[in-house]
Antibody, heavy 118, light 112 residues
């Protein structure tokens, strides 16, 4: 079965970076896009962008250009998101999700909480 | 960006009842290929969202036929019939027609 397993919670200081991971299993990693989504506590869903592990192609929502950087390691079927220059506004849950055949988020990781605090 | 507007913000329903959630987009969600990429998701408390409906009216694998989607263009509806306790949570519509992908602000379903 399709699974996306995300790394554990992060506590980071302002101005630093965190690298989140999303390990995929149960399907061909290089054949599906991985989306990343931000959700501040009690708030809605915000799409950050995607990476296509098949060729490393990426796309960033305008708001997250310069904030997020996506990479993927096909040997371990793991996608990564680097969040840089952290501020308290980056404190949120971050989800990875697989893009299904109908432009949907068909399988989601469990999410990871990032807390930015001095 | 396509703005997705969901109503109501919250609703309360008795077990066994029926509810409807509305989602309107600021632009038509008909893609150049003729498909309409409007989806519905449920986020249960403390969990990640799960896909319920894709391309307006298609139920995802394993989703009960109590959930149904309808609509076209810019106006869409999710109906939940015979509401069960496990249906509580926040429902989101989302569009996959145009980048950046966007979601509605959510509708919280509570059980009376």
């Amino acid at each position: 079965q399709v699974q996306l397993q995300q790394s554990g919670a992060e506590l980071a200081k302002p101005g630093t970076s965190v690298k989140l991971s999303c390990k995929a299993s149960g399907y061909t990693f290089t054949s599906y896009y991985i989306y990343w989504v931000k959700q501040r506590p009690g708030q809605g869903l915000e799409w950050i962008g995607y990476i296509y592990p098949g060729n490393g192609g990426t796309y960033y929502s305008e708001k997250f250009k310069g904030k997020a950087t996506f990479t993927a390691d096909t040997s371990s079927s793991t996608a990564y998101m680097l969040l840089g220059s952290l501020t308290p506004e980056d404190s949120a849950y971050y989800f990875c999700a697989r893009r299904g055949h109908n432009n949907v988020f068909d399988y989601w990781g469990q999410g990871v909480m990032v807390t930015v605090s001095s | 960006d396509v703005v997705m507007t969901q109503t109501p913000v919250s609703l309360s329903v008795s077990l066994g009842g029926q509810v409807s959630i509305s989602c309107r987009s600021s632009q038509s969600l008909v893609h150049n290929n003729g498909n309409t990429y409007l989806s519905w998701y449920l986020q249960k408390p403390g969990q990640s969202p799960q896909l319920l409906i894709y391309k307006v009216s298609n139920r995802f694998s394993g989703i009960s036929d109590r959930f149904s989607g309808s609509g076209s263009g810019t106006d869409f509806t999710l109906k939940i019939s015979r509401v069960e306790p496990d249906d509580l949570g926040v429902y989101y519509c989302g569009q996959g027609t145009q980048y950046p992908l966007t979601f509605g602000s959510g509708t919280k379903l509570e059980i009376k």
